[in-house]
């Protein structure tokens, strides 16, 4: 075995342990996480040595690089996960499982005016309030909920967010706490009509916190490419 695929095999173990250990603290069955690789940063080589150790489900922060990988394995799932234009929802449609970065009731029309069938996709939310983040600040989401579930050609099937920057994961703690919360609320609000299963938050620094705090999807990149270059 070529030592990157040794040191992706290490890694990709290593996550998966913490991620087993995690559910575990949490009561949590250890199939209730899927982790997702981003990668935004890797060469080809480095997703082709993942997708010989079994991951499939990759995600990409832009919509056109995304596009060309699925192009390229369209064998593994890809997620988008960073911002989308409206001019662009048509093409990255077809080539997304999921559309974790939905932060304005205008893109989630185009998508649906663009769809056919319904598109998965989540809800960003800006937790945090920090002014350089993308998402719903959680008072707009509340008030435009009713008219963007109700959208025809879209499936909202959860809430994301990102946690502010930060070396100690415990920082991000109640961040993730209030996603659930506001999840919480939202399923309330719309009487079992809508499940909302799937909360994606936390990236390499964060993800155990955020598995305790209830994540359904976890997003780590240079975790698993530590030790390579
Ligand atoms: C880059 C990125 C990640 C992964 O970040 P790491 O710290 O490398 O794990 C997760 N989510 C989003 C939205 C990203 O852009």
Known sequence: MSSLLETLKR????VHESMAEACRVAGRSPGSVQLIAVTKYAPIEWIEGLISLGLDQFGENRPQQLIERQARWPQVQWHLIGH???NKAKSVLSATVLIHSVDSLRLAERLSET???????????????????????REELLSVWDRLTGLPGIEVRGLMTMAPFSDDPEAARPVFTHLRELRDVLRARAEGRLALP????GMSG???VAIQEGATLIRVGSR??????
């Open 115 to 137: 769809a056919t069938g319904r598109v998965p996709i989540l809800c960003e939310v800006n937790v945090s309030g920090e002014e350089s983040k993308d998402g719903f600040p």
């Open 84 to 86: 989308l234009q409206r």
């Open 11 to 14: 890694n990709v173990a290593a």
């Open 224 to 229: 698993l490419f530590e030790g390579l270059e």
């Open 198 to 201: 799937e909360l994606s938050m």
């Open 206 to 208: 964060d993800y155990e």
